[in-house]
């Protein structure tokens, strides 16, 4: 997969088109990836003994192909490519060509 955690990324489409986040978690077999702040839901909560009820807000996955990785160089929503460097693969932005580090 070519988005990864930490990465910033751009929402193409949805309830959250346009916004900008950053990947917290990524669900390779399902194709999904967790950004912050969305696809924020609502859950209902019993208390415990280690935590307290209520309303808990959690981010939910998104499918990966709904984001776009957002290049630190030219600072845009780029499409990702790879290079093999010294015998090691890099992603690298489509658009300038930089290698994207993590």
Known sequence: M??????????????????????????????????????????????SSKTKGGIVKLPKSIHVSTVMLICPKCSKPVRIGYRVIDGKKYRVCRSCKEVIKK
């Open 2 to 47: 070519k988005i990864q955690k930490g990465d910033k990324v751009k929402i193409l489409s949805g309830k959250y088109k346009g916004k900008d986040s950053v990947i917290e978690k990524v669900l390779p077999k399902l194709h999904r990836v967790v950004a912050e702040n969305v696809n924020m839901v609502s859950k209902h909560v019993k208390p």
